[in-house]
């Protein structure tokens, strides 16, 4: 079973949208387009009756965007539950309690960005190994919400350069973050600021790729 995207561009690459009993991941450099498919999918789970739950970690929710893909933003502001952790040990709690207050009426569990406060508690803690195993016992959580509450996940992810290899980025949090995803989605910046939207990993569609450009209704195929 899937939900719609709530974009035409992403259905038809995903086949009819995110699954549901799993991590989606989306990951990419500032800007590409991030946070924006995050809101394109809770507009269609709400205005389809169901509540989201956002977990902002970068303040980045913006109501005048949501005022740009919707008339019906106020409806749609109705049935967000907003969850803002400040740091690493809040967002833990935060996912914790959320296993236990997920019910039938939630669609779908948003978080814009997974990796915010986990770079910055790696920052100041000299402990990697514990960090790391945090962030793992987190990912862990998101996925039993999915597995056994039948519920979406979908996350987000930031990117950093690799000095080796220019044009390659790697995603915060590596493996952890590649092994508790069973889909993955990578947004590039493309030239004549387009954006490629590309599905690197999926348990039953192949990977494959779509240009498209941000508009103030949502995106468009190029």
């Known amino acids: 079973m899937k939900i719609s995207a709530g974009s035409d561009v992403v259905d038809g690459v995903l086949e009819g949208g995110y699954e549901k009993d799993i991590i989606n991941t989306i990951y990419g450099p500032a800007g590409s387009g991030k946070t924006l498919l995050c809101l394109l999918a809770l ?4 205005e389809d009756g169901k509540k989201v739950i956002f977990v902002d970690t970068e303040g980045g929710f913006s109501v005048e965007r ?12 109705d049935g967000i539950l907003f969850l803002r ?8 709690e935060a996912f914790e309690k959320l296993k236990d207050k997920i019910n039938d009426k939630i669609g779908l569990v948003i978080v ?20 790391n195993k945090e962030l793992g016992q987190q990912l862990g959580f998101l ?27 790697k995603i915060v949090g590596g493996d952890l973050l590649r092994y508790g995803s069973k889909c993955m989605i990578e947004l590039q910046a ?12 999926h348990r039953s ?5 779509v240009v498209f450009k941000i508009v103030n209704v949502g995106i468009e195929k190029v």
Do not use: W
């Open 85 to 92: 952790p400040t740091n690493f040990k809040e967002q833990k």
């Open 205 to 209: 569609i192949s990977p494959k790729d």
């Open 112 to 131: 814009d960005t997974v990796s915010m406060l986990y770079r910055l508690e790696m920052g100041k803690n000299d402990d990697v190994y514990e960090v």
């Open 43 to 46: 507009i269609k789970v709400v």
């Open 190 to 201: 493309a030239h004549g600021g387009y954006r490629n939207f590309v599905l690197r990993k």
């Open 66 to 77: 949501l005022k740009q893909l919707t008339p019906n933003y106020k409806q749609v502001l």
């Open 143 to 169: 996925n039993e919400i999915a597995r056994k509450r039948n519920i979406p996940v979908l996350i987000t992810n930031q990117v950093y350069a690799d000095f080796e290899n220019k044009d390659n980025v």
